[in-house]
Every structure is written in C-alpha cells, then in structure tokens.
C-alpha cells in the first residue's frame, strides 16, 4: 500500500537554527507532493506543493522543498526558522492521475527563542 | 479563518450517546470532505462529497454517518462510538473533487469518547 513516512516526529530547534524535515514516499510512479502546516490552534493550511518541473520548492514563510526522485523524498527546509515556525507539519502525496492524498503522520516543531 | 467552519469545538461524549458535529463552508465550494486525526497516525480520510453526492466512504464503520443536505453544509452522526475514536475530527472543502489537493480545512472538532 502506498505510504508517507515522517521520521521526525518531535523537533525542538533555537531560534536562528536551520530546519530539515524528512518525507518519504511508497510509489514507483509520478507523484505530486504537498507539504501542509497546522499552527497551534488553528487550521491544517498548505505550505508548499510540487507537481511538475523544477524539483526545489519555494513556500510561503521562507520554506521550501526539494524532491529527489532517486529518493522518494520531500524533504522540507528553511535555513533560520523562527518561535512563530512552531507547528505540526505534514508531508502529503497523491499518486498522479489518482485522487488520494495521502498523509504522513506529522512532525511537530518546537521551536524556543 | 479559512471560511470553513467546524462546531463544535470540543465534544466529551458517553458510548451510548448520540451526538453530530458540524461542518459550514461559505467558498462556493462543491466537495467536502471528513477527516480523522490521531495522535501518531497519518490523517485518514473518511467520506467525501462531491455536489452533495457521497463518492467515498472510506472503509469506515456504521457508528459514523456522514449527511450532507446541500453543497455548503456538511454532518458527521456519531452513535455508540468507542473510546478509540477519540481523535480530532476535520473537515475540509475543495472546489470539487476534482481540485481535491486544494484543501481548505476548518480547525476541527477534537472527540474525546469516554
């Protein structure tokens, strides 16, 4: 069965650190690949997606994704996060021409200034 | 605000109690969805609705029965739950099912089932 894997599923940063979280998918063929952030309470929103072209994704707040085929990776970064980065993020995928968005099971980033 | 709203908020409820959570979404949106989130467990879809027809029921028991009378409000009937349904319970919209990676989901409905 397709799957998502997020290894990291507690993160505690400083302000000013660098950030990388890991996603790995199950599918041998094209995929579009979402990365989805829910603040403490509030909403699951989107952060990023990737469907086609090139493979480093800009996101809104200063993130961003780079899909390594070879890998079956999505990892997300951000180079200096900051207090307000604190959340739970999900890696999404959804196997191309399909209509499954499958998620991962979430990393929660704790982020102290 | 993401124009999907979720009452209500929190619901601590008895195993035999019959209770609806409620989904409203005010975008003009055609399909909707209910998804279950748990703690350590990916989020795992549960019905949707496409223009107000149900399209997927995702292998979930009779102890939940989703309603959705027209294409902006959206039901989740709960009836003899067990205490692992605890979970938060969201729901999203997406223009149709179509467009189904632009989710906009409400802040969710946590269940506590005691």
């Known amino acids: 069965a397709q799957s998502v894997s997020q290894h990291n599923h507690h993160v505690i940063l400083s302000e000013a650190a660098s950030l990388e979280l890991g996603c790995n998918y199950s599918?041998?063929?094209?995929?579009?690949l979402f990365w989805y952030v829910q603040y403490p309470g509030q909403h699951l929103q989107l952060l990023l997606k990737?469907?086609?072209?090139?493979?480093l994704v800009k996101g809104i707040k200063g993130f961003e994704a780079e899909f390594i085929k070879s890998k079956f990776s999505f990892n997300l970064r951000k180079p200096s996060v900051q207090w307000s980065d604190t959340a739970e993020y999900f890696c999404?995928?959804?196997?191309?021409?399909?209509?499954?968005?499958?998620f991962g099971t979430g990393t929660r980033l704790q982020v102290f200034p | 605000e993401t124009g999907v709203t979720q009452t209500p908020r929190h619901l601590v409820m008895g195993m035999t109690n019959k209770k609806s959570l409620k989904c409203e979404q005010h975008?003009?949106?055609?399909?909707m969805y209910w998804y279950k989130q748990s703690a350590k467990k990916p989020l795992e879809l549960m019905f949707v609705?496409?223009?107000?027809?149900?399209?997927e029921n995702n292998s979930v028991p009779s102890r939940f029965s989703p309603e959705c009378p027209n294409s902006s409000h959206l039901f989740l009937h709960l009836h003899t739950l067990q205490p692992e349904d605890s979970a938060l319970y969201l729901c999203?919209?997406?223009?149709?099912?179509?467009?189904?990676?632009?989710?906009?989901f409400g802040s969710g409905t946590q269940l506590s089932v005691l």
């Open positions: 999203a919209s997406s223009q149709d099912r179509r467009h189904f990676e632009k989710l906009f």
């Open positions: 599918y041998g063929g094209t995929v579009n």
């Open positions: 990737y469907f086609s072209g090139d493979p």
């Open positions: 999404a995928v959804t196997p191309y021409n399909t209509d499954k968005l499958i």
């Open positions: 975008l003009g949106h055609n399909a």
């Open positions: 609705y496409n223009f107000k027809e149900q399209t």
